[in-house]
C-alpha cells in the first residue's frame, strides 16, 4: 500500500497508537512530538523499503534517520533527552519476560486469514479476555488496521468480501474527545470498507459509550431492550442520522418495553419486530 498515502500513514499511525498504548503513553497523533515522530520513523524506512524489527525502531527513536520534523530540526521538536526516555520506555516493556509471547505466533496476514480451505472461507476468532486492557488494544489497533490496510487494496464490489464482527465494543469506540488507538480503525471499515464488500458488525450493550458518527454509518440494526432513556435516546438519535424520518415516540415505547430475547431489525429496506 505504499503507493496509497492516505492507506500507509493510517496504518503508520494505528501501530504508533497501538504501541504507545502498550506502553502506558497517552499521545495524540496529531500534536504529540512523541506520536508524530515515531511516525515518520516508520513511514521514512517504509518508503526505503525497509522492515524495522521492535530493537532497530527502538534505537532509531533516539537517533532518527531524518534531520527536520516539518520546520523545525528534530532536536528542537523532541528533543534527544525526551527521545531517550521514550526509547527506555519502551525498551522496559519489550525486554520484560511478559512480552515474550507477543513475538511469536503466525503473521497478522488478512490475505492467509481469508484464503477458503476445502472450499470455504475459514472463521477467525481472536479471543483477548486473557489480556489487559492495553494489550487488548495494542493487538486491536495492529488488526484492525492489518484490515483497513487489506480492504484499500480490494476492487469494488456489491458482494460481500469478508465480515469483520466485534464482540462488544465498549471502550474501543468511544464518542469524542476519546481516541483509543482502535477507534479510527474501525470507523474507517464502517464508512469505507463496505465499498469493497467488507462488512463490519458492532454489538454492544452500552450504547451511550459508542461514538456518534459509528451510530450513524450502521446501516442495519438489530435492537435489545434498552433498559435507560439516555440509551434508547442515543440509539433514536442514530437511527435518524442513518435511516431518515420515523416515529421517534414510537420506537422509544417499542425498545423500552421490549420482552427479554426479543429483538427490533431496522434496515433501509425493513423494520421487523
Known amino acids: 500500500i505504499l503507493d496509497d498515502l492516505d492507506a500507509v500513514t493510517e496504518l503508520a499511525t494505528s501501530t504508533v497508537s497501538g504501541l504507545l498504548s502498550l506502553a502506558g503513553v497517552d499521545a495524540s497523533p496529531a500534536v504529540d512530538p512523541s506520536h508524530i515522530v515515531m511516525c ?21 527513536i533516539v537517533d532518527p534517520s531524518f534531520e527536520r520534523v516539518g520546520v523545525f530540526p528534530v532536536d528542537t521538536f523532541f528533543p534527544k533527552k525526551d527521545r531517550m526516555k521514550l526509547a527506555m520506555r519502551l525498551n522496559g516493556l519489550i525486554a520484560a519476560p511478559s512480552f515474550g509471547p507477543w513475538r511469536e505466533g503466525v503473521d497478522l496476514d488478512v490475505d492467509e486469514f481469508l484464503t477458503p480451505k476445502n472450499g470455504k472461507t475459514p472463521i477467525r476468532i481472536f479471543y483477548l479476555a486473557h489480556l489487559e486492557e492495553e494489550q487488548r488494544q495494542f493487538f486491536s489497533a495492529l488488526l484492525l488496521s492489518r484490515i483497513v490496510a487489506w480492504s484499500r487494496q480490494q476492487p469494488g464490489t456489491s458482494r460481500l468480501r469478508a465480515l469483520v464482527y466485534f464482540d462488544e465494543v465498549y471502550g474501543y469506540l468511544p464518542p469524542y474527545p476519546k481516541n483509543p488507538p482502535t477507534k479510527s480503525a474501525v470507523l474507517t471499515l464502517m464508512k469505507q470498507a463496505r465499498a469493497v464488500g467488507v462488512g463490519t458488525m458492532l454489538v454492544t450493550q452500552n450504547p451511550i459509550d459508542i461514538d456518534y458518527s459509528a451510530l450513524s454509518n450502521a446501516g442495519t440494526w438489530i435492537l ?6 439516555q440509551d434508547r435516546a442515543r440509539v433514536i438519535d442514530g437511527l ?28 433501509a429496506s425493513s423494520s421487523v419486530s
Open 40 to 60: 515518520q520513523i516508520l513511514l521514512d524506512a517504509w518508503q526505503k523499503g525497509e522492515a524495522l524489527d521492535l530493537e532497530q525502531y527502538i534505537l532509531a
Open 224 to 229: 435489545g431492550r434498552l433498559q435507560t432513556p
Open 240 to 267: 435518524a442520522v442513518a435511516e431518515g424520518a420515523f416515529d421517534r415516540k414510537e420506537m422509544e415505547t417499542t425498545l423500552g418495553a421490549l420482552p427479554s430475547r426479543t429483538f427490533v431489525l431496522k434496515s
